[in-house]
């Protein structure tokens, strides 16, 4: 009998294996969502595990090998079931309590595939009744005021945890960021009424004592270039005796490394090293300083102009100038630009610098930042620089000398001001007949004050690669009032330049399912200048806005793109937008010999923009339009990007030929790659 038990339980086992590794070797189709009026597809995906199985041409690379295509999604009903415990949750964090949530299965075993559908049906949302904030008693206006000032959810809102969860850290800050440090934290109390199906949601907490900053020691751990302690404390936002603040301590630390003075900077607070109940906490700040003193060869790229350069160059800075982290730094660059079109046999035989195919820049500045300017939040900087800038159709000598104040006005949020006197001398090369009439004021040399503001916000979660938030800069610009307010101070018998010049631009950056997979970027960009009371010069060419290049409407190289006579010598309004969307293929795919495929992305993006004379002549119907795809290679030194692009709208070809399928696919679609350094935007 004993045996014949054995028996049968090991049919079962083996019948039950089977079952599995044929259940397993059934593939996931098409993975369908009905009913959710409220979540999107999207976020449903996201929040379960079963995936539909790739196309077979995935499949097959992957076949091939593991790290270039996509391996097959299989059935598995232990996943499934997991995946609607986790969808029926979802919809409980968002307000939806009584969400009902089916399945359906179609097998077709002829080709080994399963298609699954989940059939939602919502019902009806919660929405928040009343909040209460429990620990408020008896605290200081100063913390009744924060926890009041911008709460995240609202009586009447619909029921959110993730909301509900940030409003409680909200609150916690309040506290934290006002003397108590050792707030003790109750769990979140949500009460759901059967009879309106809404909440009441209770956030409970204990204060406890009210800390203050004790002792502060500056520690640092370098033998030799130590800077001044008193130059540490005067640039974190906390004194001894000061209310403990979690913002302050972490606000400092920024404070100290903007400095640039430091490889490290730790701000920790002792809250265990209290004895005997002190309310006073110890602060210990970290630091390790760089070297005060460094002399840096240059070679390399950058993508300045909105194209790419190759730099050579050599710089020196003192981080520590007279002592005070004030920063003194000297450079001598050159750019050598549009290598391309460079004719390198013919500047070095006969034409030299002036060769028309030549496009560089040679700049030698040197610059000193005073850090602390009354408060550790405005930096006062000047710079003097001798540029030759060598275009196509010009050379010119540029002296400038800027005095600056910037000023961190907010976590987000800066502001500059800046003071330019500026000569400029260009010179025209090979005029080519009546030309030289036409362009002989636009070229004239000048003398010019020009005081510019400039408000930025930036909120990206990375400013090299984002893939979420922000970044907004407003500049308004002045020419022209100080030399005629105070002529004569200036004594120069060049001309200058009176206008007005605003231009702002607006980037923003989306990643819907939070993984980098796939970020989507856009950006608007546009400016104008003005010239005002019987201006004796035109707006100069260091003033003037340029379309086309890596950074522009990439259909165009740099500075050829304009609704104007001479592109290259720019315009004074631009208008410009640019939408990419950045895709990692390979996240998630390992190595394939030295390359770490993760950092390896794939671009597709569409460009409109031109650049016009003045703001009157602008016409929509001179929008100028490229697409294309590109590649790029995240490196330490940031992303090395190529970009295809195409004409798809060319305003300057005659009727019937500025479309793209108005031209013939290979030999009149002109194309374009643009080479570069860092995200196009």
Request: hydrophobic share 40%.
């Amino acid at each position: 009998m004993r045996s014949l038990t054995t028996i049968i339980l090991l049919l079962a086992t083996l019948m039950t294996l089977r079952a599995q590794e044929t259940q397993s070797a059934i593939e996931v189709g098409n993975l369908r969502f009905e009913g959710n009026a409220t979540l999107n597809d999207d976020l449903l995906r996201q929040a379960i595990q079963t995936r539909e199985s790739p196309a077979a041409f995935w499949k097959f690379l992957y076949r091939i090998s593991e790290k270039l295509g996509e391996r097959a999604e299989y059935y598995d009903r232990t996943a499934l079931e997991a995946d609607y415990l986790r969808l029926v949750k979802l919809y409980s964090d968002q307000g939806f309590f009584h969400a009902r949530i089916d399945t359906g299965l179609v097998v077709d075993d002829r080709i080994r595939r399963v298609d699954i559908t989940f059939r939602i049906t919502e019902g009806k949302r919660s929405f928040v009744d009343t909040l209460e904030y429990r620990g408020l008693e008896g605290m200081p206006s100063v913390v009744v005021d924060e926890v009041n000032k911008a709460p995240l959810i609202r009586t009447g809102d619909p029921v959110v945890v993730a909301r509900i969860e940030a409003e409680l850290r909200r609150y916690v800050s309040a506290f934290a960021n006002n003397g108590y440090g050792g707030v003790k934290v109750d769990p979140i109390r949500v009460q759901h009424y059967a009879s309106t199906n809404n909440v009441t949601v209770v956030f409970s907490l204990d204060p406890g004592i009210r800390y203050r900053f004790g002792s502060i020691l500056v520690s640092q751990d370098t033998a030799r270039d130590q800077i001044n302690p008193g130059i540490i404390l005067d640039h974190i936002d906390f004194k001894t005796g000061d209310f403990y603040s979690e913002a302050k301590r972490m606000e400092s630390e920024r404070n100290l490394n903007r400095l640039g003075v430091f490889e490290a900077t730790r701000i920790e607070a002792g809250m265990d090293e209290r004895e005997n109940g002190a309310i006073e906490i110890p602060v210990t700040i970290s630091i390790r300083s760089r070297p005060f003193h460094e002399l840096t060869p240059e070679i390399g790229a950058n993508d300045e102009d909105k194209t790419f350069n190759l730099l050579f160059g050599i710089g020196y800075s003192n981080r520590n100038f007279f002592g005070g982290a004030r920063n003194l730094s000297t450079r001598a660059r050159m750019n050598l630009q549009s290598i391309q079109d460079l004719e390198l046999r013919r500047v070095l035989r006969e034409t030299g610098f002036k060769d028309s195919t030549l496009v560089s820049r040679i700049e030698i500045s040197t610059q000193i930042i005073q850090p602390f300017f009354f408060t550790n939040k405005i930096s006062v900087n000047a710079s003097i620089g001798y540029i030759l800038e060598k275009q196509k159709p010009y050379l010119a000598d540029i002296l400038r000398g800027r005095l600056g104040v910037a000023a961190q006005l907010a976590r987000y949020t800066r502001g500059t001001i800046d003071w330019y006197l500026e000569r400029i001398q260009p010179e025209v090369l090979n005029p080519r007949g009546e030309d030289i009439i036409t362009r002989r004021k636009d070229l004239d040399p000048q003398f010019n004050s020009i005081i510019t503001f400039t408000l930025q916000r930036d909120k990206r979660d990375d400013p090299f690669a984002p893939s979420e938030g922000f970044f907004h800069s407003a500049t308004v610009e002045e020419a022209g009032l100080i030399p005629a307010a105070f002529g004569s101070l200036f004594s120069s018998r060049l001309p200058y330049s009176r206008y007005v010049k605003l231009s702002a631009v607006g980037q923003w950056y989306w990643d819907a399912d939070h993984d980098r997979e796939l970020v989507w970027a856009a950006r608007l960009n546009g400016g104008m200048a003005q010239l005002y009371g019987g201006s004796p010069a035109p707006v100069p060419l260091t003033r003037r806005f340029y379309g086309g290049g890596g950074g522009s409407v990439r259909g165009w190289k740099s500075r050829e793109l304009g609704a104007v006579r001479f592109p290259n010598e720019g315009g004074s309004a631009l208008l410009e937008a640019n939408v990419e969307a950045r895709w990692h293929l390979f996240k998630d795919a390992g190595k394939f010999w030295f390359i770490d495929l993760k950092n390896i992305s794939l671009v597709g993006f569409y460009d409109v923009g031109n650049v016009w004379s003045e703001i009157k002549r602008v016409r929509m119907s001179e929008l100028a339009m490229a697409a294309g795809v590109g590649f790029r290679w995240d490196t330490i030194a940031g992303p090395i990007r190529i970009d295809i692009a195409f004409r798809t709208y060319d305003p300057r070809e005659q009727e019937g030929r500025r479309w793209i399928t108005q031209r013939r696919l290979f030999h009149e679609t002109y194309s374009l790659i643009q080479f570069g350094i860092g995200h196009a935007f």
